[in-house]
């Protein structure tokens, strides 16, 4: 009795180990990870190279429009302030932090991961795993329920439903 | 005077609402039968009121009433009348007419039913589908009233007001505003409705559970009476977010179809909830289990109906503090509040009612694989909802605003996504109750070896994308195995009653129609996931200035700039379109014509792709309407889109899945005459 109990402790820790492990691991694959990578093209930079940035980041003043289709005047000149950039040698992350600098972390597509901002990578991972933990529980309480007391009808029923696929099944197998 | 008859018909609507909330409560617990008879009658009138006034609305709209500011801001004198008409819910006041409109004609449908041998159910049916269309329609009376007039005061001033400010004379704009650009295309002259339609058919299942909870007649009836209402609303619903998505694709410019913006996960949102709950209620069909989760489900998809409402309409989108000074925000969020906590109360009261009745016996069993699509499906609603509303937290709590965009959508749903179509390809294989790895393992190899040789075929074919190969292997898995199944089955008929493959197949399906169609839905999702991992993973672009004569090029197409016209329309625009030759490996494959709407009305422009559209990709041509448009140059922007269309083409087999699925089942009378047909008496015995 004594062995089962301790069993059983021992799985319910191992249990919240591994979910401790895996809310750790889920943010950290949510996070993006920043791209440090250095323009390597001199001279005037391309529209493909703005883009590339200007496709990750956020126009400043619209809603939910990334930089690099956002119609208004603004969006184009701060383009070409990408551009102008790029020229200078400056790296994406670079001129990533300078728009954060200016506008604030709205211009970016997903939150910095600092300060109040985890909480966004990590709620979602906590309340899958708490939705696991609660499915484990429920799979327990549901296999040892004792109520087996199935009513007859609704055995009929699925006899009609699915009796026909398993006869099936039962004549595939003798074949 | 037909303004003022289309106002009263809403007031009236409001009143009749409120009496039949009160007739069906008095009637039911002093049981008069004649009092509940009254509001059945009082929900049935409902609906040619709130027709009248939607009526009333078009006829203005149509004719050009500019006195109404609603009609002003959303139509003008060039508008084609069929936008005038479709401009009803081109506005937030004139959407929620239409939305009450809609609920109406679910409650009138409702109310017709026979109710035999669930009398008890009907007075709180009609007293939760009355009370959310009268806070409906109180929001339409009192805070957005589409038929509120323009007021020129004796100061000159021009006033907003349903009835005449002191000295007042009524004020008529020689024109309107119009008709927002973005929302004149087909796509989005059907999406609000089907939405809509998705959104206030949900409330019709609702209305029943809460009513099996009160009645505490909560065995599976509710569930029985409601699969096809809730069928219906998820079709709707399911149509609505691909024409949503077309729309995207066909005007926004950005070549996508899928932004992760807000305002799709709103919708996105009772979707998820809703196909769990598809899922879910067959567990309790079958093994009189989960009775706690079906009323969750359920109540979380309802609320997350009026959520999507708030989120769309309150401003709170855009920031807390328009919100906060919006009138109708505050209003759906009590609103949300009250109904989410009765719910949940009445739930936890009847919390003893609703134990099972069942055991689980596997975790492989088909129930036990439900239950973990239903975590996958609420995992992706717990990204979608904190998605949505972290960005109102951060702002409250830091003062800071923050975007939440696709790539924490994608980074984190892309597992759980996979993990759902891993299920849909074990699932079927699954039987009910018990199910080891032996009897899974047995069903499942041939499909799996199957499967497998189409991912070598995929890397023979030059793919290294981790995630597409894994995407399209799970594909070919999930495909495999429901046409192994739609196979076994016509095979096993035709064997055993001598039919013909076909008509076995047919036989097959119609014998439950639910199950087969749900097969057929499951092939649609496939077939949009293999357009979905097409453009996620393989899609490219490019952009550059052209010359006339000049040309880009992208994945083996030269797209060359011929030449480019700008000129004016009779409806307002001005228009700059340009002629682009397409060849690929040295072949002419024709012109497109990519362009750039101004509207001078609105000062909108909008942006219309030119696209050459095949099952291989799609070449996706923007007129870039940021860079100055000349005759003698143009900036383009080309997207490579490809198997984009698989996309488009899965959500048709995917509605065409939920309509056999929803067809009514003549299953038990058939499945019993089969029965005592000798040979499957024989076959039984």
Redesign the interface.
């Known amino acids: 009795m004594k062995r089962q109990t301790q069993a059983k402790d021992h799985t319910r820790q191992m249990l919240i180990y591994t979910l401790v492990i895996l809310a750790v691991v889920g943010a950290l ?2 996070i ?1 990870t920043p791209a440090y990578a250095q323009s390597e093209s001199p001279g005037t930079p ?3 190279e703005v ?1 590339a940035i200007a496709k990750q980041l ?1 126009c400043p003043v619209c ?2 429009i ?1 930089l690099d ?5 603004a ?2 000149e701060w ?1 070409e302030l990408i551009r102008l950039k790029l020229s200078e040698g400056w790296g994406d992350a670079q001129i990533k932090e300078y728009f954060v600098e200016q506008y ?8 910095p991961a600092s ?3 985890w ?2 990578y990590i ?2 991972v906590v ?2 795993l708490a ?2 933990f609660l ?1 484990y529980k ?2 327990q309480s ?2 040892s ?1 004792e ?5 007859e009808g ?1 055995i009929q ?2 006899e ?10 039962e ?3 003798q074949r | 005077m037909i303004i003022d008859l289309g106002y009263g018909a809403l007031v009236l609507a409001f009143l009749v609402s409120l009496y039949g909330i009160f007739a069906a409560i008095y009637g039911e617990l002093k049981k008069r039968a004649a009092w509940v008879e009254s509001a059945r009658l009082a929900m049935l009138l409902t609906f040619p009121l709130i027709t009248l006034s939607a009526v009333t609305l078009i006829i203005a709209l149509a004719n050009g009433y500019y006195e109404l500011e609603y009609v002003a801001s959303v139509t003008s004198n060039s508008m084609p009348l069929y936008l005038k008409v479709t401009a009803l819910w081109g506005g937030q006041a004139g959407s929620l007419v239409f939305w009450s409109w809609l609920l109406s004609l679910f409650t009138t449908a409702v109310t017709l039913r026979k109710w035999d041998r669930d009398r008890e159910f009907l007075p709180w049916v009609i007293v939760v589908s009355l009370f959310t269309l009268a806070f409906f329609l109180m929001l339409v009376i009192f805070v957005e009233n589409p038929f509120t007039r323009l007021w020129q005061l004796p100061s000159g001033q021009i006033e907003t007001a349903m009835f005449a400010p002191t000295g007042a004379r009524v004020f008529t704009q020689p024109d309107g505003r119009g008709l927002n650009p973005l929302l004149r295309h087909p796509g989005m002259i059907i999406h609000p409705p089907m939405l809509y339609l998705g959104f206030v058919a949900f409330v019709i299942p609702y209305a029943f559970a809460i009513a099996a909870l009160i009645t505490k007649r909560t065995d599976d009836r509710w569930i029985r009476i409601t699969r096809r209402w809730t069928l219906i609303a998820w079709l709707f619903l399911s149509l609505g977010l691909v024409l949503g998505g077309r729309w995207a694709y066909d005007v926004l410019g950005w070549g996508g179809y899928w932004g992760w913006d807000p305002v799709e996960i709103a919708a996105f949102m009772p979707w998820l909830t809703g196909t769990a709950f598809l899922h879910s209620v067959m567990i309790q069909e079958k093994r009189g289990m989960m009775k706690h989760w079906n009323m969750v489900l359920i109540i979380l998809t309802y609320s997350l109906v009026i959520f999507g409402t708030f989120l769309t309409r309150s401003g709170v989108l855009s920031s807390v503090h328009s919100f906060a000074q919006s009138a109708i925000g505050p209003l759906f969020f009590a609103f949300i509040g009250i109904t989410f906590v009765i719910s949940l109360s009445l739930l936890i009261s009847r919390w003893d009612t609703l134990k099972s009745k069942g055991r689980m016996t596997s975790l492989l069993s088909r129930e036990a694989l439900f239950l973990l699509n239903n975590l996958l499906f609420m995992g992706i609603l717990i990204v979608c909802f904190w998605g949505v509303i972290f960005p109102l937290i951060s702002e409250l709590a830091t003062g800071q605003k923050v975007t939440v965009g696709p790539p924490f959508y994608e980074r984190a749903t892309s597992p759980l996504f996979a993990g759902l179509l891993l299920l849909m390809g074990v699932a079927p294989l699954a039987a009910w109750r018990h199910s080891t790895f032996k009897t899974l393992g047995r069903a499942a190899w041939k499909p799996t070896l199957v499967s497998l040789l189409v991912t070598v075929v995929v890397l023979i074919s030059g793919i290294r994308q981790p995630a597409a190969i894994i995407g399209y292997w799970l594909a070919a898995f999930v495909v495999c195995v429901t046409l192994y199944e739609f196979w076994r089955g016509a095979m096993a008929r035709h064997r055993r009653a001598g039919e013909s493959f076909p008509v076995a197949l047919w036989k097959l399906a119609g014998r439950n129609r639910r199950r087969y169609g749900g097969y057929i839905i499951h092939l649609g999702v496939v077939l949009m996931a293999i357009g979905i991992i097409g453009i996620e993973v393989f899609q490219s672009e490019t952009q550059g200035t052209l010359a006339q004569g000049e040309k880009i090029s992208l994945q083996g197409y030269d797209i060359t700039f011929t030449s480019l016209n700008v000129f004016d329309t009779n409806d307002g625009r001005n228009v700059a379109r340009a002629v682009v030759n397409i060849e690929k490996d040295g072949r002419d494959l024709g012109e497109l014509y990519p362009r750039r709407d101004y509207f001078y009305e609105s000062q909108q422009p909008m942006t219309i792709p030119g696209v050459r559209s095949t099952m291989e990709d799609d070449l996706y041509v923007l007129l870039v309407d940021w860079q100055p448009v000349s005759t003698a140059g143009a900036t383009f922007k080309v997207y490579h889109n490809p198997l984009v269309n698989w996309l488009w083409l899965g959500a048709i087999v995917f509605i065409l899945g939920t309509l056999v699925a929803a067809w009514p089942d003549k299953d038990k009378d058939t499945s019993r005459a089969l029965a005592k047909q000798p040979q499957y008496a024989a076959a039984k015995a």
Not at chain 1, 69 to 73: E, G
Not at chain 1, 160 to 169: F, H, K, N, P
């Open positions: 694959l949510i993006q391309t529209d493909d883009n956020y809603e939910n990334p289709v956002c119609p208004t005047q969006c184009a383009r604030g972390a709205r211009v970016l597509a997903s939150p300060g109040f901002n909480l966004v709620i979602p309340g899958i939705g696991v499915l429920a799979f549901l296999r329920s109520t087996i007391d199935e009513p609704e029923s699925e009609d439903e699915d009796d026909y696929i398993a006869r099936l099944e004549e595939l197998r």
